[in-house]
């Protein structure tokens, strides 16, 4: 089964069309025409138009890890939209946030996932040892965190209200022995290895966008644990299981970003609605961030790819940091979203969204300021760990003179 999605599902890349840019009206983005353009009978051209065509990761590899790729169904649950998701071209800027449209078509599906890889060409990078080591060691940091909180910088502590799902739960217990792990405790290792094949044997049953999520949150901390982890304590047998597990992270990642829904229920609030999409935009952001790592620690290379620049993130940043369960409730009746304590008016935004790529633009112009932890980790694997601690303390320190 291809990767590709129909035309009419699809959406360029370019925030909008040459005639809709022309004219300043707003377009859907879709491929081949937008609304717009079909319904004007006008030649409809963007400048950055994804490419389809590319196979799925070969399902020979799932099966021999035990799993098969689940059946796709776009309207799992109706769950937040890829709207949430869209894949922004370096340089433009998308919508999502907290401004979704309970019930309603948004207009958006996920352009193709390989389409973006295969054009311009995949690049070839290294970081220096300094850069890898000090992303490393946040990762291996990240299992005992999501123990000791509940939350990491891609699973928001509010994300699972009802509980933790079967997987994270499993996954909360792994890391609990992982702390314990030594090279003699056998006993440890194989509760780790049948753990991690249960987690992975799930893959098959996975039939709704959230559980999608959750397992794919969980393959990332299992994958910190037994793939980044030091050998010893970390056996041979259980390394080589999780080198074996890589296809499967790429595929769950894919998968995630392929099959989040086109609507939102009218039953979630719009806070919920935020922490879903934003910790679903981060947990693709930090799945490439493990591959990449592990790239670097094996080969001395990373590949960036067009889909990696272009993946979304908010630009609300310190939103994740803050209690803001009260706002649906503050906001109940109004026809907008009102004012998310003193973020500014969220609603109808289009900014709300910037690309990897942005990001990294606005770090070059001076124009991020106190980066939050995650954005720095996004920073430090684009630019080096160097330059984003030597212009931070620059801007600290810049900061005090003014206070003094």
Known sequence: MGLGVPDQQRVALSRACDQCITAKRRCTRNLPQCQRCAKKKISCRYKNVPLDGKPRPSGAILMALGARLPGSNQNDESLPTSRFLTCLRPGSVGVGGMNGHHGSSLHCSAPSLTGIQTSPPDVILAMDQPTVHYLLDHLKS??????????????????YQDGLPPLLQNISALSNMHTYLNSSNHIISLAISSTAQNIVNSFSTLHTFNAKLA????????????????????SHVLRQQAENRLPLLQASIEELYLSA?????????????????ESCRRTIHVGHMVLGVHSMLTKGNFTLTLFVEALPLNRNAELWER????????TKGESGHGDMGGTGNLRASETDLISYRELTDMWDNGEVK???????????????????????????AENCTHTL
Request: aromatic share 8%.
């Open 370 to 396: 106190d980066p939050s932890f995650f954005e720095e980790l996004l920073l430090v694997a684009c630019k080096g760990v160097d330059n984003v601690k030597t212009q931070t303390n620059v801007e600290r």
């Open 215 to 234: 397992f794919t949150q969980s393959l990332i901390l299992l994958q910190i644990m037994t793939l980044l982890s030091p050998s010893p304590p970390m």
């Open 261 to 277: 829904p086109v609507t939102l229920p009218s039953s979630m609030s719009h806070y919920q609605a935020w922490i879903l999409a």
């Open 323 to 330: 209690d803001l369960s009260g706002y649906d409730e503050q």
């Open 142 to 159: 990240l299992p005992s965190t999501f123990i000791q909180t509940g939350g990491t910088p891609f699973i928001h502590p509010q994300l």
